[in-house]
T-cell receptor
Framework: GAGVSQSPSNKVTEKGKDVELRCDPI?????LYWYRQSLGQGLEFLIY????????KSGLPSDRFSAERTGGSVSTLTIQRTQQEDSAVYLC????????????FGPGTRLTVT | DAKTTQPPSMDCAEGRAANLPCNHS???????VYWYRQIHSQGPQYIIH???NNETNEMASLIITEDRKSSTLILPHATLRDTAVYYC???????????FGTGTRLQVFP
C-alpha cells in the first residue's frame, strides 16, 4: 500500500518568503507528526496531530511556524518569513493511533533558504 | 523521556551479526525501548520495540538486560543495505513524540 508522501521533495526559497510543505499520511492513520532534521543532526519533534487537533505543539521553534490538518488526513506545515536557519529536511510521520507502535515516515522535504 | 547513550559509530562485516548497544540507565518502569534506523536520505524506519522481554521480528532481535538499564539490537546477518544510523529511543507507551538522540552510524563492509 501507499506510504506517507510529502511534497515538494525539494524547495529552494529566498529569505523572507513563506513556504508550505505538504504531508499525505497513510490512509486511516489518525496520528500525524512533523519533525525536522538539520544537516548532520538528529530529528527534532515539531508538532503532533490527533485527527484535526494538535494536542502537542511544543516543538514549533517560533510563531513563524504553524501547521494545520484538515479532514483528518492531509497536513500542511507553513513557515512564514523564512530564515536561513530554517534550512533542513522536514519529515512527516503517521501512525495508526495515539501511542501506537510504529511511526511511518515519509521521504521528507528538503528546504533550502538562500 | 529517559536519555540514551549509544556509540557514535560501528563497523560490521557483511554476513556477520551486528550488535548495537544502548545504555538507558535512568529508564523507568513504564518506558519502552524503541529502535529506528535511518538510511541515508530517507525517513526513519521502525525496527523493533520492547518493554522487558527479549523481542524478535523479521528484521532484528532486541535483548534487554534484566535491570532494563541497557539493551542490544542484533542484526543477525548484516548486509550492505543495513548501513544506516540506528537510533535507540525510550518512551512512555502513550506519549506521542519520538525524541531522537544522535544514534550509532553502522557501516557494513564487504
Amino acid at each position: 500500500g501507499a506510504g506517507v508522501s510529502q511534497s515538494p521533495s525539494n524547495k529552494v526559497t529566498e529569505k523572507g518568503k513563506d513556504v508550505e510543505l505538504r504531508c499525505d499520511p497513510i490512509s486511516g492513520h489518525t496520528a500525524l507528526y512533523w519533525y525536522r532534521q538539520s544537516l548532520g543532526q538528529g530529528l527534532e519533534f515539531l508538532i503532533y496531530f490527533q485527527g484535526n487537533s494538535a494536542p502537542d505543539k511544543s516543538g514549533l521553534p517560533s510563531d513563524r511556524f504553524s501547521a494545520e490538518r484538515t479532514g483528518g488526513s492531509v497536513s500542511t506545515l507553513t513557515i512564514q518569513r523564512t530564515q536561513q536557519e530554517d534550512s533542513a529536511v522536514y519529515l512527516c510521520a503517521s501512525s495508526v493511533g495515539r501511542g501506537f507502535n510504529e511511526q511511518y515516515f515519509g521521504p521528507g522535504t528538503r528546504l533550502t533558504v538562500t | 523521556d529517559a536519555k540514551t547513550t549509544q556509540p557514535p559509530s560501528m563497523d560490521c562485516a557483511e554476513g556477520r551479526a551486528a550488535n548495537l548497544p544502548c545504555n538507558h540507565s535512568t529508564i523507568s518502569g513504564n518506558e519502552y525501548v524503541y529502535w529506528y534506523r535511518q538510511i541515508h536520505s530517507q525517513g526513519p524506519q521502525y525496527i523493533i520495540h520492547g518493554l522487558k522481554n527479549n523481542e524478535t521480528n523479521e528484521m532484528a532481535s532486541l535483548i534487554i538486560t534484566e535491570d532494563r538499564k541497557s539493551s542490544t539490537l542484533i542484526l543477525p546477518h548484516a548486509t550492505l543495505r543495513d548501513t544506516a544510523v540506528y537510533y535507540c529511543i525510550v518512551r512512555v507507551r502513550n506519549t506521542d513524540k519520538l525524541i531522537f538522540g544522535t544514534g550509532t552510524r553502522l557501516q557494513v563492509f564487504p
